[in-house]
């Protein structure tokens, strides 16, 4: 019934008018759809802006706990070492070319073979260089190491 009374009135609507109802909807669809794709576009850019905000946080966090060096230097500044010390440790692991450098610190003999490597590579073999890195090795290592053979 409701529908039956929607007829009568169109067909009850002159033709002019109804030409200028079409005409109304029409201009305003069109406006009303640009409006509405801006408005789309700017929400689809702010989230595309977010996203990548997001993207980079994420990579950074990635990069800093897979970064082998940055892992060593922050565990060399926990260590109980003078400044000298620590810069002598950080020439070691890079004249040794250690994909993991903090591998230096695991054990008092690992620290010692690799101290004799770099000595050996870097031509640094002489005793005050020796007495350096033990006093490193009794600093990080508080346990007594086998006495070096000269």
Request: overall charge positive; proline content about 5%.
């Amino acid at each position: 019934m409701i529908q039956a009374v929607g007829h009568v009135v169109l067909a009850q609507m002159a033709p002019s008018r109804m030409r200028g109802i079409q005409e109304h909807f029409s201009e305003g669809g069109a406006a009303l759809t640009w409006d509405f794709l801006k408005i789309m576009g700017v929400v689809l850019a702010g989230a595309g802006t977010a996203y990548l905000i997001y993207a980079t946080i994420q990579r950074r966090r990635r990069r800093e706990l897979n970064n082998a060096k940055a892992l060593f230097t922050e565990v060399v500044r926990q260590l109980p070492l003078s400044i000298p010390q620590r810069e002598l440790l950080r020439r070691m692991a890079a004249g040794l070319h250690l994909s993991q450098p903090v591998v230096l610190l695991l054990s008092p003999r690992m620290f010692n073979t690799y101290a004799n490597r770099w000595m050996s590579i870097s031509r640094n073999a002489n005793r005050s260089m020796r007495k350096r890195i033990n006093s490193i090795a009794e600093s990080v290592f508080p346990i007594s190491l086998p006495p070096h053979r000269q």
